[in-house]
């Protein structure tokens, strides 16, 4: 439709139906017996507003979804196409490893792919508007949805917004096979008080600016056609009515003009908050703050009619939301197609084919991180009789939060992958116990069933767990949290690995000293005693639906894994949050000199992580040389080139993600010890060496200084190049 079409429209509707625009229902309105009962009622929800309702979430499936929206489209009375938009966080029915391991492929470019694939997927069933990419920065492992992100690196987690905003919009969201992204959560979910679901978010603006808003804004430069709102506060404001967050910073300085969401039923949550007195001002604050849709509460609908009616809010506030709605439909070209790409054919064509397969499997080996190996990886194909023992051992859901799109059936299993490769006279099977402990109830989580089991049969279990480990060459000890003991208000005040899954790992070193871990979480967890007592300790987070071939990709060494953690990994849960880029401090602690009282250190335990950003090892081993440098002084226009040798001098072929941090050695504010400013993801075969070269400019340099103007100071610098964040191979040069 043309722009002057759009407006035509915009004029000729009234403002109750404009106000609906603004409202967005779950499917379950829209089933054939729907009735408005009770709750709907006293939400303020009619006949009406169902039937006009801008927007629809959490609908899949191309029939479903084009009956809906041709009911729906013969009562609106223009005729208005419904928006439908989805959870898709990483992958529809093919699903992809959870945005966290995802990080640690150090690869946005594999991520572009794998949400160009969620899209494709989520477009033939009928899908306009995916949910994602959630970005937010996280440093507090507590934080259930940890697992959502790409980590704690605000460089990498904007290389990631660009790369999965392109792989689901393309070009154009018009383009076959594309959706709308919607940038999340705006702004700076990922750090809340403790760790703790929905908390508060107290940060200067500092260190909002600089640490936390540029994910959002590689996004939105990407051409995110929609951000949501967070559920936090932002200096004492929710985020959901927060004037300067939403229109100062957001829309004016971020440049953003597409469509701002809330998130589920944030708009009501202001009078939780303590920030609006009640639903009309609730409904006052968020379309003053510029929130454009309302999710799935009914405070818009109920409340703006009569706001505009006295002239407290004016029309012209409504009436750009709706423009900006309607624009995106035009962009979807739903006025010309209202089902756009929606086509039962294709979706049993396209979902879980081959190919998505094989972009899953290679995704997830790719996000695997090798923690520990004392050489007892990779597996030998032959002649090792190897015991698979654990509640993962032969676990169909592999799925992280999020992945509730996709069908655990689909999945395949560890147990399946390894009889495809080893035969049956070398490989075992055993549980060994529950995933979780009896006192650990997940109440509230629908899909979760007590796994209430007699001791008789625990015992049964550790039994033949035992006796294979003993008659076994190596044990794959596959162990990890409940999947959902991450997600969504699914924070955790100790940060282990289940406990009554130490206790198998204790009783199983008792007869086998050779225990490679393979660990399926959506946090680093507290994994000391794993540390000290495993042979190996592999990192697979939660998988997805080819996790079984991806670790037997990797524990056969068919791939060598590369992963590096884009997520430090605690020493324990009393260190937390810890990341690597944080300040000196003014009496910064040197490790070793533990006898000096007065630095900034612990009594008990020591600063560094156990894992520190940006670790990861290989089956091979590399040197990376000396720093060049081909000038150690900058001006403002030029550029220094700095070079490493990169080396392969093990026996087998790798690649290795060459990592390239700067640290502003003094500033008119402090600046951290390092920052990541550029990667390398480079494959050598034994004995091959290749230089790697970074070129650095001013631009690099910039921050947000003392009077928060962004930009860089004269002064030293120090350029450290190596395999992860705790490199001291360093060089320097002044600007
Ligand atoms: C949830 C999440 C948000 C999600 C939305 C719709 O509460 O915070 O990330 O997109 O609701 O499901």
């Keep these: 439709m043309k722009k002057e079409d759009l407006a035509a429209l915009l004029k000729d509707m009234s403002l109750e139906e404009k106000i609906h625009q603004l409202l967005q229902l779950g499917g379950q309105f829209y089933a054939e ?13 009619t006949e009406k507003c169902i039937g006009e309702a801008g927007s629809i979430i959490g609908v899949m499936g191309a029939e479903k979804i084009k009956e809906i929206q041709k009911t729906y489209m013969e009562k609106q009375p223009h005729h208005i196409p419904a928006l439908f938009m989805l959870d898709v966080i990483n992958g529809l029915r093919t699903i992809f490893p959870i945005p966290l391991a995802q990080g640690a492929t150090f690869e946005p470019k594999l991520s572009e792919r794998c949400a160009s694939i969620a899209a494709k997927e989520s477009a033939v069933s009928g899908v306009h508007v995916t949910f994602a990419p959630m970005v937010d920065v996280v440093r507090d492992a507590r934080w259930g949805r940890v697992m959502e992100s790409p980590g704690e690196d605000t460089l990498l987690n904007s290389k990631f917004a660009e790369a999965m905003v392109r792989g689901f919009q393309g070009e154009s969201v018009a383009e076959e096979y594309k959706v709308a992204a919607c940038i999340k959560h705006f702004a700076a979910y990922g750090a809340p008080d403790g760790g703790r679901e929905y908390n508060t978010v107290e940060l200067s603006d500092h260190t909002l600016y600089e640490s936390y808003l540029p994910p959002y804004k590689a996004g939105i430069d990407a051409g995110s056609e929609l951000v949501m709102t967070s559920f936090n506060t932002i200096n004492g404001i929710p985020a959901s009515g927060n004037r300067k967050l939403m229109r100062q910073i957001l829309r004016e300085e971020m440049e953003f003009d597409g469509v701002l969401i809330s998130d589920y039923a944030a708009i009501e949550e202001l009078i939780y908050h303590g920030y609006a007195a009640d639903r009309r001002e609730a409904a006052k604050r968020g379309i003053e703050a510029g929130v ?29 939301a709706v423009l900006r709605i309607l624009q995106l439909k035009n962009k979807l070209g739903l006025f010309e197609n209202p089902y756009k790409d929606a086509n039962a054919e294709k979706e049993t064509k ?3 084919c081959q190919e998505h397969r094989e972009a899953a499997r290679e995704m997830a080996a790719k996000s695997f991180v090798l923690l520990k190996n004392n050489g007892v990886l990779p597996l030998k194909k032959e002649g090792q009789k190897i015991a698979f023992i654990g509640p993962y051992a032969e676990e169909k859901n592999l799925h992280g939060a999020w992945s509730f799109l996709g069908d655990s059936k689909d999945t395949i299993t560890i147990r399946q992958a390894a009889e495809e490769v080893f035969a049956a006279n070398q490989v075992t099977f055993a549980k060994g116990c529950p995933i979780l402990e009896e006192d650990i109830k997940l109440e509230g989580f629908g899909e979760y069933k007590d796994e209430i089991y007699s001791q008789k049969e625990k015992e049964n279990w550790l039994t033949q767990a035992i006796e294979q480990a003993k008659e076994a060459d190596v044990v794959v000890l596959a162990i990890g949290e409940h999947r959902l003991q991450t997600g969504e208000s699914a924070c955790r005040a100790d940060i282990c690995v289940p406990k009554n899954q130490l206790k198998l790992f204790r009783k199983i070193k008792e007869v086998n000293q050779n225990i490679i871990v393979v660990l399926f979480n959506g946090r680093p967890l507290d994994l000391r005693e794993l540390e000290t007592h495993a042979a190996a300790v592999l990192e697979v987070w939660f998988p997805g639906t080819e996790g079984g071939h991806a670790i037997i990709d990797v524990l056969t060494g068919n791939t060598n894994p590369s992963g590096k953690l884009s997520m430090s990994f605690p020493y324990c849960t009393g260190q937390v949050p810890v990341h690597y880029n944080e300040f000196s401090t003014g009496r910064p602690h040197v490790p070793g000199r533990d006898k000096d009282r007065f630095r900034s250190k612990y009594l008990d335990i020591p600063n560094a992580p156990l894992y520190p950003f940006g670790y990861g090892l290989s089956y091979t081993e590399f040197t990376c040389g000396p720093i060049q440098l081909d000038g150690n002084q900058l001006n403002q226009q030029g550029s220094i080139k700095a070079c490493v040798l990169l080396k392969n001098i093990g026996k087998a072929a790798g690649t290795e993600v060459v990592q390239l941090y700067i640290q502003d050695v003094s500033g008119s504010v402090v600046r951290p010890v390092k920052e990541l400013k550029d990667f390398q993801k480079v494959t050598l075969i034994p004995g091959e060496e290749r230089e790697v070269s970074f070129t650095i400019s001013e631009k690099d340099l910039r921050f947000y200084r003392e009077d928060m103007t962004f930009g860089s100071e004269p002064g030293l610098f120090r350029v450290y190049i190596g395999t992860d964040s705790n490199t001291e191979n360093q060089a320097e040069f002044t600007l």
């Design 33 to 45: 017996d729907t009735v408005v009962t009770g709750p709907m009622k006293e939400q303020g929800f």
């Design 292 to 320: 454009d849709i309302d999710m799935m509460t009914g405070v818009y609908i109920s409340q703006l009619g009569e706001l505009v009616k006295s002239g407290e809010v004016k029309e012209e506030l409504i009436d750009e």
């Design 350 to 352: 396209y979902i879980l």
